[in-house]
């Protein structure tokens, strides 16, 4: 039934140790929010999880779909059914949008997908080339709905976005973690790093954690979770209410 | 220039070594091929050579508004389809235009170099092209120079001339087929831009690994006129060296380059020389250059003479692999006060990033690393046509342009 099971994974970039015993068990069908200030770990996180290689592994696993991926490349990892939507991602020279989709999933109905995102504009341009802050996070989300993954990383799909951008983008989120259909049916999963949380307004999470210092200090109920932070802040959060 | 002064300046030159590239032993070619035989149209050539010309990019049969194929050193096709052009293979021309008193040997110097000096000597072969007065076509003119004999130094002297406000696009595929182990491909072009003719000019190259090639070109850009001049060398070659000089010399002439080579061995020295001699003229040089192998020298001067000149170089190199090397070398020169002149260049590998970001959506590194080099090498080309545009894009875009050999 768990779609991702971290154990005690201890990370470090250079000398300095990112996530210490850390462990995450998510659910087929579930999605879950990632809180936490900057440098707390999040993005290391799902850096890990998806396989670049910058970080050392000092211990633990990751099993994805049963199978230890812990030292398995990025593109095997992708191709099991792993999928990000970066926070700051390159720009392509010369690789048009459109063909990126096509090499993605030549099944992909691409103009389909750039219409959802209100993208269509951008199918002939290189991919986030020039683009501003806002139209990157929309060009991930057209990546992703090409590359159907089971398991859906999200860090920050929301910053910089204007609002009619956020609803799309939250909308996006919905379709690829199978909030459309019967809780019951649904196989795949997400996770989602959010600062402020205005994404989680359009899409629906259904756990929530609070990171701190590279692990999971608190876990609950998304809606509540983040009333408290905004009421008493990440430490306050973690003394007041802990459901788990 | 008199034919006897053009075979006197040719005799003191034969020795004389190039300044840039590898010298070359011109004794060691054969000059003389066994004659072709002329065809009358594009269906008619031997299929091996149409083959070599779609190759290159080179697509003989579709709409164009002419022809000229060159096997060795016979011209066996020379035609226009469109009133506004005049193609002829280069010993018609000279017949026909009074040894083209004005054209001939007035841009490139028979005693540049030994290399101009041996095509002074030989016997004129080479295409003549020329769009009349105020005629525009998008059609291109489609030539193949086809070096299909093993050992032979092919020698080709063309002169292209845009008259006054004339259109003219211009492809040449230059090519040799696997079965020729060795070979010389020598060729002096000299392009005439007259006041506010436009003309693009894109050429492919596709060599053997024993090939060596040693264009000549000169370029004069008159009053508001334009060439856009595309260079492409995807395929490995033993040595090519060439330095197109190009002078804008009337009010606001353009001229802008873009030099595309993947290099897997051989010594590739290549480069523009801009002069620009006239207010208001601009240039642009940009080269992108990938090497899994082989030496690559990209060479850019541009030389501003008058106030309001402008300039640009851009020579970005992606090195792929500890047997390459690429020489970046970026010359600017200002004489005048008011110019505005730049350059950049950068030599790298492929980042990283880009890699992961390619490899997280699926990619395995072999194939994001020739997603990246075909980006990297997919040049934005201004002022052609839209199908040559997509031919372009079709050979720079080839499976096989990997991140390594």
Known sequence: MWLLEIEDLSVSIGSKQVLKNFNLRISRGETHALFGPNGTGKTTLLNVIAGIPRYTIDGGRIVFKGEDITHMSMDERARLGIGMAFQRPPAIRGL?????????????????????????????????????????????????????????????????????????????????????QRPSSRTKSGIIITHFGHILDYMKADRAHVMLNGNIVCSGNPGEILEQIKKSGYEGCVGCACPA | MRVSSIDEKARTARGKKALYGTDVDLESYESEAKPQGVVANAEDLPSVVKKAALDVGVKLDSESSGAYVQMDQTPVIAKSLYEGVEIMDMASALEKYDNLQ????????????????????????????????GMKTVFPVKSCLY??????????????????????????????????????????????????????????HSWGKEVEVRPRTGITIAEGGSLSNNYILLKPVKTLQTFPTATLAGRGAVASFNTVIYSTMGNIDVG????????????????????????????????????????????VGLLLSDKGRIYSIPELDGQSRDLDMSHEAAVGRISEEELEYLMSRGLNSEEATSVIVRGFLDVEIKGLPEELKQEIKNITQREDLKGAP
Not at chain 1, 124 to 134: A, E, T
């Open chain 2, 102 to 133: 004005d054209y001939w040997w007035k841009l490139v110097a028979p005693d540049a170099d030994k290399y101009t000096a041996d095509v002074a000597a030989a016997p004129p072969a080479g295409y003549f092209i020329r769009a009349k007065k």
């Open chain 2, 147 to 204: 070096l299909g004999s093993t050992d032979l130094n092919q020698r080709v002297h063309n002169v292209i001339i845009a008259e006054e406000g004339s259109e003219l696009h211009i492809i040449t595929g230059c090519t040799t087929p696997a079965h020729v182990q060795r070979g010389l491909h020598i060729g002096v072009s000299e392009f005439f831009i007259q006041k506010n003719a436009k003309v693009s000019f894109t050429m492919i």
């Open chain 1, 96 to 180: 048009r949008l459109k063909d990126l989709i096509k090499i993605i999933n030549p099944k992909a109905d691409a103009p389909a997908i750039l219409r959802k995102m209100d993208f269509e504009a951008f199918a002939d341009r290189d991919v986030n080339r020039g683009f501003s802050g806002g139209e990157v996070k929309r060009s991930e989300m057209v990546q992703l709905l090409a590359q159907q993954p089971d398991f859906v990383m999200l860090d920050e799909p929301d910053s910089g976005v204007d609002l009619e951008n956020i609803k799309l983008i939250g909308e996006a989120i919905n379709q690829l973690t199978q909030k459309d």
């Open chain 2, 272 to 315: 523009s020389n801009v002069n620009l001699n006239a207010p208001d003229t601009s240039a642009e040089s940009i080269s992108r250059v990938v090497s899994v192998g082989g030496e690559v020298i990209a060479r850019g001067r541009m030389t501003g003479r008058v106030p309001g000149a402008r300039a640009h170089l851009e020579c």
